[in-house]
T-cell receptor
Framework: NAGVTQTPKFQVLKTGQSMTLQCAQDMNHNSMYWYRQDPGMGLRLIYYSASEGTTDKGEVPNGYNVSRLNKREFSLRLESAAPSQTSVYFC??????????????FGPGTRLTVL | GDSVTQMEGPVTLSEEAFLTINCTYTATGYPSLFWYVQYPGEGLQLLLKATKADDKGSNKGFEATYRKETTSFHLEKGSVQVSDSAVYFCALSGWNAGNNRKLIWGLGTSLAVNP
């Protein structure tokens, strides 16, 4: 049981390049999330997926797209990277078996630098 | 929408000192409350949670009590260790401005414990 895995761990891009961040979970969770973490800003939600086949925008969706490929996988794509997207990106999944649980489980993060 | 406010850091303590990190919230209804911890270079992990008023969450010597009358969920530990050095996030499970159920995050408090 690996929990939530993310690839790659580190990435350096040039402005205008594209890339996809991969996320997978093996806990059979319905909900998955993408966050970015910046100094002094805490965690900000980019996109989320409440269930397979659905995705919704979070607080800061501009410049990103997502795909919920199946129940396990939720990818984040940067079509044309900008320096403002330099950040640490976290994927998370949520246990929704109980409406009161709401515990999110996080991956180890991807550290992205856009030059 | 719902919100979380936690004390700003960084907090620097000597080993075996008493720790308090304040967290207050604004929410409609009856949210669940959480403390997550992020160790250097890692993703976030759940430290403790409480799902109703007067509940006390506890883990690894940390405690927090869900106080509805003061809308608070302060994190405490009686004797910190160097290994507790991390960033601590307070969060609530509530409703965001778009009327969707989400985890609402504080900005995080960095703790450094010196030997």
């Amino acid at each position: 049981n690996a929990g939530v895995t993310q690839t790659p761990k580190f990435q350096v891009l040039k402005t205008g390049q594209s890339m996809t961040l991969q996320c997978a979970q093996d806990m059979n969770h319905n909900s998955m999330y993408w966050y970015r973490q910046d100094p002094g800003m805490g965690l900000r939600l980019i996109y989320y997926s409440a269930s397979e086949g659905t995705t919704d925008k979070g607080e800061v969706p501009n410049g990103y797209n997502v795909s919920r490929l199946n129940k396990r996988e939720f990818s984040l794509r940067l079509e044309s990277a900008a320096p403002s997207q330099t950040s640490v990106y976290f994927c998370a999944s949520r246990d929704t078996d109980s409406a009161r649980t709401d515990t999110q489980y996080f991956g180890p993060g991807t550290r992205l630098t856009v030059l | 929408g719902d919100s979380v406010t936690q004390m700003e850091g960084p907090v620097t303590l000597s080993e075996e000192a008493f720790l308090t990190i304040n967290c207050t919230y604004t929410a409609t209804g009856y949210p669940s409350l959480f403390w997550y911890v992020q160790y250097p270079g890692e993703g976030l992990q759940l430290l403790l949670k409480a799902t109703k008023a007067d509940d006390k969450g506890s883990n690894k010597g940390f405690e927090a009590t869900y106080r509805k009358e003061t809308t608070s969920f302060h994190l405490e530990k009686g004797s910190v260790q160097v290994s507790d050095s991390a960033v601590y996030f307070c969060a609530l499970s509530g409703w965001n401005a778009g009327n969707n159920r989400k985890l609402i995050w504080g900005l995080g408090t960095s703790l450094a414990v010196n030997p």
